[in-house]
């Protein structure tokens, strides 16, 4: 019963800025958003999260919609090692942390 | 920068055998956690750990598998009668540190490299 909609696959060109979307229509109000990435085989990397407001770190932004039923997460400078799977979570607060099957970016030059 | 390892990378055991992983996670960290990726397939959450119990488990987390954390530093994952099935990479986590609340599981989890189990 998957709580987040993201595209399978995107593509994205070195050097631009990639925009993955996530739809979390069913979203609950003490529900955070995050986002992780998958290199290769790699462990999963923490990415960035957010509850309402838009959030940014060194490693990307993160903007959600004020409705929060959807939200983007911007990587403003894609480099060909951001090539990997990237996933939408909503979760709360205590509860476990359940992947999709994410979105796999593709950084070409 | 702290991070959790894993060992052993690779282990190759026959169906039926007791397989040990084991997991060293960060340091001040209060939370642990085993997920498992099989090939090919996403990563699925297996058990949460906290204050020495398991807080959350999945259906995949049957009697076969158990964890323990038997000293300050490591955390462990045994299968006792591996199955071809269990063959995957299973990735420990950890999460939570000094300053937070011991009920705030925060979902900044910190994974490791993994360890690939073959059966065969």
């Known amino acids: 019963d998957a709580k987040t909609t993201q595209p399978p696959s995107m593509d994205c060109a070195e050097g631009r800025a990639a925009n993955l979307p996530c739809n979390h229509s069913?979203?609950?109000?003490?529900?955070?958003v995050y986002w992780y990435r998958q290199i290769h085989s790699q462990g999963p990397q923490y990415i960035i999260h957010g509850l309402k407001n838009n959030e940014t770190n060194e490693m990307a932004s993160l903007i959600i919609t004020e409705d929060r039923k959807s939200s983007t997460l911007i990587l403003p400078h894609a480099t060909l090692r951001d090539t990997a799977v990237y996933y939408c979570?909503?979760?709360?607060?205590?509860?476990?942390?359940?992947f999709g099957k994410g979105t796999t970016l593709s950084v070409s030059s | 920068e702290p991070e959790v390892t894993q060992t052993p990378s690779h282990q190759v055991t026959q169906m039926g055998q007791e397989v040990i992983l084991r997991c060293v996670p960060i340091s001040n960290h209060l939370y642990f956690y085993w997920y498992r990726q099989i090939l090919g397939q996403k990563v699925e959450f297996l058990v949460s750990f906290y204050n020495n119990e398991i807080s959350e488990k999945s259906e995949i987390f049957d009697d076969q598998f158990s964890v323990e954390r038997p000293d300050g530093s490591n955390f462990t994952l045994k299968i006792r009668s591996t199955k071809l099935e269990d063959s995957a990479m299973y990735f420990c986590?950890?999460?939570?540190?000094?300053?937070?609340?011991?009920?705030?599981?925060?979902?900044?989890?910190?994974f490791g490299e993994g360890s690939r189990l073959t059966v065969l």
């Open positions: 986590a950890s999460s939570g540190g000094v300053g937070f609340r011991p009920d705030a599981n925060t979902g900044e989890l910190f």
């Open positions: 979570i909503v979760k709360q607060a205590g509860t476990a942390l359940i």
């Open positions: 069913t979203i609950s109000g003490n529900e955070y």
